[in-house]
């Protein structure tokens, strides 16, 4: 076997391995492919070596001297100890300023413990957020690398060539910052994506209950949204999904599909870090939890018979008037979940002091990934404009689109409520939404009570420093600071 001369190697040939690996070798690059199991390396070698040229590695030694230096190394294998078990495997054949890249759904947590030990053995770790899925692997994901500004000059030009690439012809990747950024961005895009799909599906609900539409209809319904302001990914698969027809049995493939949500763990890492961070992210909770509910069947077979309205659909021309008013429920409630998302990577950033560029990470999402839309190069130019933009509700395009939006946005919660259908994501966005809007929230009195029961303190609206009140007796106040 030729030695040196692969620029990128990619160990862990399952399905999302080896469309990464066939992606880097349909762009021009030698790439050394290497598996646990070797028959899978051979596989893939016959099956598609004249996509171009591979370098079949039995061993790990063989990998890795099949590599110039800097060696570039993938590693695409499950989360957690199969990783490090890897990284085991690899480092001590390394030498200092090769790098070792996990591709992989990984903790941020994980990758800044691995990144900061493998410096100091002189090694780069880079953890990178891919997102496409297996299509998107093969054809141009979008792809989040952090680690090293010395990483990203290696490895940087390789990824920009296999990334999606956007309208405009920019690669959809770019270095979001050191250590462990990529892998929290990835997992905050997972996060709306959560969010996303949950709004959709209750715009689905809302419709064939509703408004009395069909599957097919509603299909329809979702082509025509996807065709304004509502063009993205989610929304054209969505449409597809829907007017797909069950072949055995003839009846609209939504029917025929038990209707509970699986999950592998990102969302719900969005949630508990977000919690950690004191960052509101309740539309993404609730798609989160939405999940959740829909999986435990002996609590909703144990609440069938509750009291409740029955949903009863609507006469034919008000229909499409009420779809209309969805339309406008489900955008707004969108972009609530984009500038959930983006506030907690803000306030990542500041935590691990990454300085992440918000505007930057609009743009790598704006092709290749899941949640790929249209209002993305919104979101970007909102961000080029206003680095240091507080909320997305705070640019004025998007408040004037919301304030345009509620009437509706309003009347679907409402028909929601009377009909008895749940839409946990609508109701949370729109809660968010009028929480920040509100000049005054109800907190003062949670901030009493806090005092009362535990002597926690709180603040006055018109002076300075903590106070806490002697409850007993003379309800006299105390200053504390």
Same mark, same amino acid.
């Given at each position: 076997?030729?030695?040196?001369?692969?620029?990128?190697?990619?160990?862990?040939?399952?399905?999302?391995?080896?469309?990464?690996?066939?992606? $880097?070798?349909?762009?021009?690059?030698?790439?050394?492919?290497?598996?646990? &199991?070797?028959?899978?390396?051979?596989?893939?070698?016959?099956?598609?070596?004249?996509?171009?040229?591979?370098?079949?590695?039995?061993?790990?030694?063989?990998?890795?001297?099949?590599?110039?230096?800097?060696?570039?190394?993938?590693?695409?294998?499950?989360?957690?100890?199969? &990783?490090?078990?890897?990284?085991?495997?690899? *480092?001590?054949?390394?030498?200092?300023?090769?790098?070792?890249?996990?591709?992989?759904?990984?903790?941020?947590?994980?990758?800044?413990?691995?990144?900061?030990?493998?410096?100091?053995?002189?090694?780069?770790?880079?953890?990178?957020?891919?997102?496409?899925?297996?299509?998107?692997?093969?054809?141009?994901?979008?792809?989040?690398?952090?680690?090293?500004?010395?990483?990203?000059?290696?490895?940087?030009?390789?990824?920009?060539?296999?990334?999606?690439?956007?309208? =405009?012809?920019?690669?959809?990747?770019?270095?979001?910052?050191?250590?462990?950024?990529?892998?929290?961005?990835?997992?905050?895009?997972?996060?709306?994506?959560?969010?996303?799909?949950?709004?959709?599906?209750?715009?689905?609900?809302?419709?064939?209950?509703?408004?009395?539409?069909?599957?097919?209809?509603?299909?329809?319904?979702?082509? *025509?949204?996807?065709?304004?302001?509502?063009?993205?990914?989610?929304?054209?698969?969505?449409?597809?999904?829907?007017?797909?027809?069950?072949?055995?049995?003839?009846?609209?493939?939504? =029917?025929?599909?038990?209707?509970?949500?699986?999950?592998?763990? &990102?969302?719900?890492?969005?949630?508990? %870090?977000?919690?950690?961070?004191?960052?509101?992210?309740?539309?993404?909770?609730?798609?989160?939890?939405?999940?959740?509910?829909?999986?435990?069947?002996?609590?909703?077979? *144990? #609440?069938?018979?509750?009291?409740?309205?029955? *949903?009863?659909?609507?006469?034919?021309?008000?229909?499409?008037? $009420? #779809?209309?008013?969805?339309?406008?429920?489900?955008?707004?409630?969108? %972009?609530?979940?984009?500038?959930?998302? $983006?506030?907690?990577?803000?306030?990542?950033?500041?935590?691990?002091?990454?300085?992440?560029?918000?505007?930057?990470?609009?743009?790598?999402?704006?092709?290749?990934?899941?949640?790929?839309?249209?209002?993305?190069?919104?979101?970007?130019?909102?961000?080029?404009?206003?680095?240091?933009?507080?909320?997305?509700?705070?640019?004025?395009?998007?408040?004037?689109?919301?304030?345009?939006?509620?009437?509706?946005?309003?009347?679907?919660?409402?028909?929601?409520?009377?009909?008895?259908?749940?839409?946990?994501?609508?109701?949370?966005?729109?809660?968010?939404?009028?929480?920040?809007?509100?000049?005054?929230?109800?907190?003062?009195?949670?901030?009493?009570?806090?005092?009362?029961?535990?002597?926690?303190?709180?603040?006055? &609206?018109?002076?300075?420093?903590?106070?806490?009140?002697?409850?007993?007796?003379?309800?006299?106040?105390?200053?504390?600071?």
């Amino acid at each position: 076997m030729s030695t040196s001369t692969a620029q990128i190697g990619v160990t862990g040939l399952a399905v999302m391995g080896s469309n990464l690996a066939r992606n $880097f070798a349909r762009n021009g690059f030698t790439v050394a492919v290497h598996n646990r &199991t070797e028959a899978r390396t051979t596989a893939l070698v016959e099956e598609f070596g004249h996509e171009g040229t591979f370098v079949a590695a039995g061993s790990a030694k063989e990998f890795v001297d099949a590599l110039e230096r800097p060696r570039r190394i993938v590693v695409m294998v499950k989360a957690g100890e199969p &990783t490090d078990a890897v990284i085991r495997e690899f *480092a001590p054949l390394l030498e200092e300023g090769d790098v070792i890249i996990d591709g992989g759904n990984a903790h941020f947590e994980d990758t800044r413990r691995r990144e900061r030990e493998l410096r100091e053995r002189g090694l780069h770790f880079v953890g990178v957020g891919i997102s496409g899925g297996e299509e998107g692997a093969l054809l141009g994901p979008s792809i989040m690398p952090g680690g090293s500004t010395e990483s990203y000059a290696s490895l940087g030009p390789l990824l920009e060539k296999i990334s999606a690439k956007a309208a =405009d012809g920019t690669p959809c990747t770019s270095h979001v910052g050191p250590d462990g950024a990529g892998h929290f961005v990835k997992m905050v895009h997972n996060g709306i994506e959560y969010a996303d799909m949950q709004l959709i599906a209750e715009a689905y609900h809302l419709l064939r209950e509703v408004a009395g539409y069909s599957p097919a209809k509603i299909a329809e319904t979702f082509r *025509a949204w996807n065709r304004g302001r509502l063009d993205s990914y989610l929304i054209e698969i969505t449409a597809e999904v829907l007017a797909h027809t069950d072949a055995s049995t003839g009846r609209p493939y939504v =029917d025929v599909v038990a209707d509970a949500a699986e999950q592998k763990g &990102t969302g719900r890492w969005t949630v508990q %870090i977000a919690l950690d961070l004191g960052v509101p992210v309740s539309g993404i909770a609730e798609a989160v939890f939405a999940r959740a509910v829909s999986g435990h069947a002996d609590l909703r077979t *144990a #609440a069938r018979g509750l009291a409740g309205p029955t *949903a009863t659909a609507l006469a034919p021309e008000e229909a499409e008037a $009420f #779809a209309a008013q969805v339309e406008q429920a489900l955008y707004a409630s969108k %972009i609530v979940s984009y500038t959930q998302g $983006f506030h907690q990577i803000r306030a990542g950033s500041e935590e691990y002091g990454w300085n992440v560029d918000l505007g930057a990470v609009a743009s790598l999402w704006r092709g290749g990934c899941i949640i790929r839309a249209a209002f993305l190069d919104r979101i970007r130019a909102a961000y080029d404009a206003r680095p240091e933009l507080p909320s997305l509700l705070a640019d004025t395009h998007f408040a004037e689109e919301i304030a345009a939006a509620q009437e509706g946005w309003r009347s679907v919660l409402v028909a929601a409520v009377r009909q008895g259908i749940p839409v946990p994501a609508f109701a949370a966005s729109l809660a968010y939404y009028d929480a920040l809007r509100t000049e005054r929230l109800p907190a003062a009195l949670t901030q009493g009570q806090r005092d009362f029961f535990g002597a926690h303190t709180y603040r006055r &609206t018109d002076r300075e420093g903590s106070f806490h009140t002697l409850w007993s007796g003379d309800r006299s106040e105390v200053r504390t600071s």
